[in-house]
């Protein structure tokens, strides 16, 4: 079983900055990979952004060239620093997580999510 603690969210003003992280903790082998999801009030979650084991990353559309994604892979945790904010950014952040188990089962772990709000 995989934890996820989420913190720093919160209320910024349009082009303002936020950084979210998400530490895992709990029983795996390893993890593989790191994501922040967001889900706005009446749309569908989408992927904001990914890094794999080996740093590599990718990013939505939207938040390409304002938001950075980053991990600490001796303490499975993963950043978000996100610049230049848009109310179109507001929305609820999860964070994601591909555990693999000394089995070699994978499994995909979530956060309970953590608000972020944009006021223009």
């Known amino acids: 079983q995989v934890q996820l603690e989420e913190s720093g969210g919160g209320l910024v003003q349009t082009g303002g900055s936020l950084r979210l992280s998400c530490a895992a903790s709990?029983?795996?082998?390893?993890?593989?990979?790191m994501a922040w999801y967001r889900q706005a009030p009446g749309k569908e979650r989408e992927l904001v952004a990914r890094?794999?084991?080996?740093?590599?990353?990718n990013y939505a559309d939207s938040v390409k060239g304002r938001f950075t994604i980053s991990g600490d892979n001796a303490e499975n945790t993963v950043f978000l620093q996100m610049n230049s904010l848009k109310a179109e950014d507001t929305a609820v952040y999860y964070c994601?997580?591909?555990?693999?188990?000394?089995?070699?089962?994978?499994?995909?772990?979530w956060g309970q999510g953590i608000q972020v709000t944009v006021s223009s």
């Open positions: 709990g029983s795996f082998f390893k993890i593989a990979a």
């Open positions: 994601n997580a591909r555990s693999i188990t000394l089995e070699l089962h994978e499994y995909d772990n």
């Open positions: 890094i794999i084991h080996g740093g590599n990353t």
